[in-house]
């Protein structure tokens, strides 16, 4: 089945600079690979997601990279934010009908 | 627009008690899964169904039934809790408007 691993598993970045967080998956079929932001004590929310058919995507500080040949995915995040401190999670599906296997997540930390 | 909502939002069992965590979704979208979250931990998937009447094992199923009797609910089951089990249940709709329900804290004593 679907493996998805994640690095780092921490992060501390200095406020303006970038962080960026990468994910392997194992099952080349895989085609949809959301990445969420989880606060302490709150739900996940998705930040940003890309197709397979699409190699880059990005909205204002945010972009996700696919490399599907190497099956990874990155998440590139620019000029961080205090309010960028969160919990980091990766994803990877092969569609809607199955299953969706998070990565182990990264927690970022701003320093100001 | 609640999106997902989840019952109840805090309990608390003895070992070997059973009971049903609720959740419905505002829309009749086909997938839903439910995840198990331990603490500083990450997701990892229970169950999930892709349409009403069907349901699929994930990562952690044991000592857990599910049921999709229609396309707005999915409800998870213990049949037998365990201490293992105590963590934080989160039900999602994935697919577009993607949507996690608030959570289930439980905690088996």
């Known amino acids: 089945g679907e493996n998805v691993e994640q690095h780092p598993s921490t992060l501390s970045v200095q406020e303006g600079d970038s962080a960026v967080i990468k994910c392997t998956y194992s099952?080349?079929?895989?085609?949809?690979f959301p990445w969420y932001k989880q606060e302490l004590g709150k739900r996940p929310q998705l930040i940003i997601d890309?197709?397979?058919?699409?190699g880059e995507k990005k909205d204002q500080r945010i972009a996700v990279t696919l490399n599907k040949t190497a099956k990874h995915f990155s998440l590139h995040i620019t000029e961080t934010q205090p309010e960028d401190s969160a919990v980091y999670f990766c994803?990877?599906?092969?569609?809607?009908?199955?299953?969706?296997?998070f990565g182990s997540g990264t927690r970022l930390s701003i320093r100001p | 627009n609640a999106g997902v909502t989840q019952t109840p939002k805090f309990q608390v069992l003895k070992t070997g008690q059973s009971m049903t965590l609720q959740c419905a979704q505002d829309?009749?979208?086909?997938?839903m899964y439910w995840y198990r979250q331990d603490p500083g931990m990450g997701l990892r998937l229970i169950y999930y169904?892709?349409?009403?009447?069907?349901?699929d094992k994930g990562e952690v199923p044991n000592g857990y039934n599910v049921s999709r009797l229609n396309k707005r609910e999915f409800s998870l089951r213990l049949e037998s809790a365990a201490p293992s089990q105590t963590s934080v249940y989160f039900c999602a709709r994935i697919f577009q408007p993607q949507h996690f329900g608030d959570g289930t804290r439980l905690s088996i004593l």
């Open positions: 994803a990877a599906s092969k569609g809607s009908a199955s299953k969706i296997i």
């Open positions: 890309i197709r397979s058919n699409v």
């Open positions: 829309m009749n979208h086909n997938s």
């Open positions: 169904s892709a349409s009403e009447g069907t349901t």
């Open positions: 099952d080349s079929a895989s085609n949809y």
